[in-house]
């Protein structure tokens, strides 16, 4: 979009990551920002990453008017929907923050192990 994108990543410990956490890590950044571009114009879109003990914890946010309401599981689009079940499907959890005129943040929290997360 040649939209400026900040990124910020803490030491990343080398582990052996699976090929389907990877794959879902770059979902879950390409529908953030997707979605950030959609509805914020890609006003403040920032991208990080860092490690919670043997989990993968990854933002993407941006600065723009916010959701007006955060959507639910059966209301959703399809991609945050089908975002939210691969996430799940890896024993992960997604969040979706939103703040009137504030921006919205989502964050996924993959375990490195899958099945690690159940109710996070």
Avoid: W
Avoid at 32 to 56: F, T
């Amino acid at each position: 979009t040649g939209k400026p994108v900040q990124f910020e990543c803490a030491s990343l410990t080398t582990h052996a990551v699976p090929q389907a956490l990877k794959l879902c890590a770059y979902r879950f950044v390409q529908e953030g920002l997707s979605n950030a571009n959609r509805h914020a114009d890609g006003e403040g879109q920032k991208v990080s990453a860092r490690l919670d003990g043997d989990v993968l914890v990854l933002d993407v946010s941006d600065r723009g008017p916010g959701l007006k309401s955060i959507p639910t599981a059966g209301r959703s689009g399809m991609g945050l929907k089908g975002l939210t079940d691969r996430i799940e499907s890896l024993g992960g959890a997604l969040k979706i923050e939103a703040r009137s005129e504030q921006g919205t943040r989502l964050t996924a929290r993959l375990p490195l192990a899958t099945g690690l997360l159940h109710d996070a």
